[in-house]
Nanobody, 125 residues
Framework: QVHLVDSGGGLVQAGGSLRLSCAAS????????MGWFRQPLGKEREFVAA????????YYADSVKGRFTISRDTAKNTAYLQMNMLTPEDTAVYYC??????????????????WGQGTQVTVSS
């Protein structure tokens, strides 16, 4: 089983950047699809980005395409979400997630088995 720890959130002005990290424990990190989701206050959790088990495929929500980049470093057992050109609409708690199966529906929360504790991102106007 993989244990995930999210970090890197904070307060940033609109137009700024942040990089979120998701540190994973466990030897099976390299074989797991990873995803980032976010949950604005009072709203449901929504898909942000995902990366396949080998990093060969990436997926993004339309709202973040061209601004966010997901990546993974297998040697460091860490996944990242680079967020650029942030807007107040990006304000949310961000969660990383890992799936047990290799082939999943990357945008579905139901296909992920382990979740980080979440990290708050606040973008001021």
């Amino acid at each position: 089983q993989v244990h995930l720890v999210d970090s890197g959130g904070g307060l940033v002005q609109a137009g700024g950047s942040l990089r979120l990290s998701c540190a994973a424990s466990g030897r099976t990190f390299s074989s797991r699809p990873m995803g980032w989701f976010r949950q604005p206050l009072g709203k449901e959790r929504e898909f942000v980005a995902a990366i396949s088990w080998n990093g060969g495929n990436t997926y993004y929500a339309d709202s973040v395409k061209g601004r966010f980049t997901i990546s993974r470093d297998t040697a460091k057992n860490t996944a990242y979400l680079q967020m650029n050109m942030l807007t107040p609409e990006d304000t949310a708690v961000y969660y990383c997630a890992a799936a047990t199966r290799v082939y999943i529906s990357p945008m579905s929360t139901r296909d992920y088995d382990q979740w980080g504790q979440g990290t708050q991102v606040t973008v001021s106007s």
